[in-house]
């Protein structure tokens, strides 16, 4: 018989970091709030990005977030792609112009220089949004953004497509922006990243390496892999666990591998092989969510 491997992203020590990359300033057009207002609404977190349209806002002034990051956003009329920690070089010669070959050559000169880029709401049908064709004829990437905070569910949610890349065997990680404009958008997404410490290189390691995941509130405390089982350990309090939670696991095509529900903290799932990969959603009732990145099944 053949050996399962199963790759847990999660498989390692550290911290949980919370953090959101897709944010805008004035120095968007359509953006309402200063970088120092920004600063002070995300003041909790501890790492944050600003990503104004195709333009790298340079951080100054006061502010109480450890880690910040360097970002842009890649705004043709097409498509909007989100460069994490790009060299500010990248603004030679630079053009939004979409072409699968631009945005690529775009992507490519963030990651080389230890970046991330992240095709961002892919399914915003009324504006920009990605065709799952163009998605899979660029060629690389770190990820797509799975949930976006611009408070328009129908279009805001892409976890369709994320489940299509992954099923064409695309190693992609999932993202949640709060894309934050105007108020109410702040704060609805976010990323839990498990670094070794709080500084950029350690971030962008341990994301690129798919350690985190998404909430909308909830959350992980671990994800074990042992003798072919994955094990959700889910945080857990007295008062967290008199709550409902509401769990489904998702493998390939987006099927539905295991569903349960129940005032629990823990799910345990035996893989049978042949899921290509797991990912897990799991609700807290109140809707406040957690969103995995895939375990892969070889
Ligand atoms: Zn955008
Ligand atoms: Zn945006």
Known sequence: MERMLISN?????GIWLKGSFHNHTTNSACGSQPLETVYR?????????????????????????????????????????????????????????????????LSDSCTRHGGMSVLVHPNRYYSQFWPIEDMLAMKDYTGIEVINGE???????????????????RKVWGFGGDDFHVYGQEKRTWNMVLAEQNTNESILA???????????????????????????????SEGLDRMYKYVTLIGKDGNILY?????????????????GY??????????????SQPLFIG
Not at 211 to 233: A, C, H, K, L, P
Not at 259 to 275: A, P
């Open 206 to 236: 341990a994301m690129k390496a798919g350690s985190f995941y998404i909430s909308t509130g909830y959350g992980f405390e671990s994800i074990r892999v042992e003798d072919g089982m994955i094990e959700f350990n889910l945080l857990s």
């Open 151 to 169: 408070g328009n569910p129908e279009y805001d949610i892409a976890f369709d497509k994320w489940d299509a890349l992954l099923s064409a065997e």
């Open 259 to 275: 569903e349960t529900s129940g005032r629990i903290n823990s799910v345990s799932y035996k893989c049978r092989g042949d899921e």
């Open 9 to 13: 992203p999660y498989d390692k020590q």
């Open 278 to 291: 797991v990912r897990a959603a799991v609700y807290l009732e109140g809707g406040f969510g957690a969103f």
């Open 41 to 105: 609404m995300y003041g909790q977190y501890d790492f944050l990005g600003i990503s104004d349209h195709d333009f790298i806002t340079v951080h100054e002034g006061e502010r109480s977030i450890p880690s910040v990051f360097e970002a842009l956003e890649v705004s043709s009329p097409q498509r909007h792609m989100l460069l994490i920690n790009p060299a500010r070089s990248i603004m030679d010669d630079y053009s939004n112009e979409f072409s699968i070959e631009r945005y690529q050559q």
